[in-house]
């Protein structure tokens, strides 16, 4: 009955919410679809409340000690996270670059857009030359373009993506995501970032993947999220900015103030990085987001009361961030046991990140369709 309920209440949502966002938002698809639009509209009214939706990387699939099925954050928290991280490296094969099947990612997407949850999606896409990772730094974008040795590989994967994205749907309709290509581009870890690619090949690369899958594949049920690694000034966060006809939610990942030894400084670096986005997102008339951070292995008790909370809400310019998402809890049977970024169940750090999921600029899963007031 309850499932019941929040469907109704999601399509009761879209239903009226998307004649408003059709007028207040700006979405770079000119055709998306209604869904699209009210949860962008959704993102919107929830930055413009000082709120924050909590997230989560591969929640759903697997956790610290287990496989399949569960959630570290529903355990912790009671609650699931409001919104789903989801990686789609290795697309093409069975499994996903972490071991899990397409088939459940899919599965998992649509279970939780029935609870009122949102999906975003990343792309550590293999290096093209080298057949390796996304790790490999070996230079290749100017070579996937028309003309260019692996232009034809990269229309195949956009194609695989699209087919993904396609089978996103339920009752005949498409499932709006949260689409984070290319990201942590200004650092040089990946094969598109950094010295291992020009500004102008990687500007082409992002415009070239939009304007395929929204133009060309008619995807309509895609938020485009521009995501940088850690940056000091504005000029530098649009150093390679593709433009707002492609993009629609500005975000940045940044790890470096809670790893060891790091001081008060990293932590006042954050609090920039927050406002330098809000206030551009404020004036491009856009959604702003914290889109990937967290520490590893929890080692402070204290941290989401004492540090991720003080940052988002230190002034009226942090708490725009729409959603914060945290990294993936690695299964300890199958990768390291140092690896998770979410508490899980006995765990020492629980009753804080208990508690910091009740403050009340916070939202989980089920705060979304109860549309916690402050």
Not at 71 to 91: M, R
Not at 310 to 324: D, G, I, Q, S
Not at 333 to 354: L, N
Request: aromatic share 14%; hydrophobic share 35%.
């Amino acid at each position: 009955m309850r499932k019941t309920i929040i469907v109704s209440f999601i399509t009761f949502f879209f239903s009226i919410g998307s004649s408003v966002a059709q007028d207040s938002v700006k979405l770079n698809d000119k055709k998306a679809t209604k869904p699209t639009k009210a949860l962008y509209q959704q993102l919107h009214e929830v930055s413009n409340k000082n709120q924050t939706i909590f997230g989560h990387q591969d929640d759903l699939a697997y956790g610290y000690h287990w496989w399949g099925n569960n959630s570290d954050v529903k355990q912790v928290a009671g609650d699931y996270p409001g919104l789903y991280g989801w990686d789609i490296g290795e697309i093409g094969n069975e499994k996903n670059l972490d071991g899990i099947p397409f088939a459940d990612i899919k599965r998992y997407i649509k279970e939780a857009h029935g609870r009122g949850g949102i999906t975003t999606l990343s792309w550590h896409m293999v290096n093209l030359k080298t057949k390796t990772s996304a790790w490999d730094k070996t230079s290749v974008v100017h070579e996937m373009f028309k003309g260019g040795k692996y232009h034809e590989e990269f229309i195949q994967k956009l194609d695989l993506v699209a087919d993904f994205l396609n089978d996103l749907e339920v009752a005949g309709e498409k499932i709006p995501v949260l689409f984070r290509p290319w990201h942590e581009h200004n650092g040089s870890w990946f094969w598109w970032g950094g010295k291992n690619v020009s500004k102008e090949d990687y500007i082409k690369l992002w415009q070239f993947t939009v304007k395929y899958l929204r133009d060309k594949k008619k995807i309509h049920h895609v938020v485009y999220v521009y995501s940088t690694d850690s940056f000091e000034t504005e000029k530098m966060y649009l150093d390679r900015y593709p433009g707002d006809e492609y993009v629609d939610i500005l975000g940045f990942d940044d790890y470096g103030a809670f790893r060891k030894n790091a001081d008060d400084a990293r932590e006042k670096w954050i609090i920039n990085e927050l406002e330098i986005i809000a206030k551009l997102a404020d004036q491009k008339g856009k959604v702003c987001a914290f889109t990937e951070t967290g520490i590893e292995a929890m080692v402070d008790d204290h941290f989401f009361t004492k540090k991720l909370l003080p940052m988002l809400n230190h002034n009226e310019w942090t708490r725009k961030a729409a959603y914060v998402m945290v990294w993936r809890n690695a299964n300890y049977e199958k990768e390291q046991r140092d690896h998770f970024y979410a508490p899980y169940k006995g765990h020492s750090s629980a009753p804080d990140f208990k508690k910091f999921t009740e403050d009340e600029s916070i939202l989980l899963e089920s705060d979304l369709n109860k549309k916690k007031s402050k």
